[in-house]
């Protein structure tokens, strides 16, 4: 998973980052409230971390934001040295999904984050998935649109797959090259934009069919469900 930390001590900020690279998780740590929400606007993951106590704002003013700007349930743990009940409270009703206090076992910190991934993705072990006239089996690799079977290739089964489980979610290109063609972030190709092109036209993914892949100036794409009445498609 890719995990944005928020924790301006950078020696407790190493420390984690070090636990989740161990088991396999790709960390990046942001000191202050500002530069946190910029870089969870501006970059896709999985899964945010927030300490309570930062300079310039408080976690939960982050948690906040993130939650009216973002609009996909992105897994939200709080990690503090802040743990009355009364603090447990508040961070929950303002949106986070579990909250641990410090300093934090490395192995139940790992256990709670890979708990709240598989929460957030429910249908990853079902072997049929239905999105609106769509109907994936992930046992096959094959998609059907209202019942007829359409003509992708692996890697367009792979994309259209991982879009569809991340509704909402805007997916930069860096990411998509992640975790679709499992190619570094760095890699600087127009692989992503000719296929998703082509995954517009193959899926026909327009209002009366309820979905529309949405292009994020600069920043990549997000797969939006979409009422029968809008008119455009961009």
């Known amino acids: 998973m890719r995990i944005a930390l928020l924790e301006d001590q950078q020696e407790q900020a190493q420390h984690i980052q070090s636990i989740l690279s161990e088991y396999g998780h790709d960390c990046d740590s942001f000191p202050t409230g500002q530069s946190f929400i910029s870089a969870a606007l501006h970059r896709s993951y999985d899964l945010m971390i927030l300490d309570w106590q930062i300079p310039d704002m408080t976690g939960i003013d982050v948690l906040k934001s993130i939650r009216a700007q973002i609009?996909?349930?992105?897994?939200?743990?709080?990690?503090?040295?802040?743990?009355?009940?009364?603090?447990?409270?508040?961070?929950?009703?303002?949106?986070?999904?579990?909250?641990?206090?410090?300093?934090?076992?490395?192995?139940?910190?790992?256990?709670?984050?890979?708990?709240?991934?598989?929460?957030?993705?429910?249908?990853?072990?079902?072997?049929?998935?239905?999105?609106?006239?769509?109907?994936?089996?992930?046992?096959?690799?094959?998609?059907?649109?209202?019942?007829?079977?359409?003509?992708?290739?692996?890697?367009?089964?792979?994309?259209?797959?991982?879009?569809?489980?991340?509704?909402?979610?805007?997916?930069?290109?860096?990411?998509?090259?992640?975790?679709?063609?499992?190619?570094?972030?760095?890699?600087?190709?127009?692989?992503?934009?000719?296929?998703?092109?082509?995954?517009?036209?193959?899926?026909g993914l327009n209002p009366e069919n309820g979905f529309r892949i949405k292009t994020i100036y600069q920043r990549g794409y997000r797969l939006e469900a979409m009422k029968a009445e809008a008119t455009t498609e961009e």
């Not at 079902?126 to 290739?153: D, S």
């Not at 797959?161 to 997916?171: A, D, E, I, P």
């Not at 063609?181 to 082509?198: C, E, K, P, Q």
Request: net charge negative; charged share 30%.
């Open 71 to 203: 609009n996909w349930p992105i897994p939200v743990v709080f990690l503090t040295q802040r743990d009355s009940e009364a603090d447990i409270v508040e961070a929950l009703d303002a949106g986070a999904d579990d909250f641990i206090a410090k300093p934090a076992r490395a192995a139940e910190l790992v256990a709670r984050i890979n708990a709240l991934a598989r929460r957030a993705n429910p249908d990853s072990e079902k072997e049929v998935l239905v999105y609106g006239p769509f109907e994936v089996n992930t046992q096959h690799r094959t998609i059907a649109l209202h019942g007829e079977e359409l003509t992708l290739t692996d890697k367009d089964f792979d994309l259209t797959l991982f879009l569809f489980q991340n509704q909402g979610r805007l997916l930069t290109r860096e990411v998509l090259l992640e975790r679709v063609w499992g190619l570094a972030r760095d890699i600087n190709t127009r692989t992503v934009d000719t296929h998703m092109s082509r995954l517009r036209r193959r899926l």
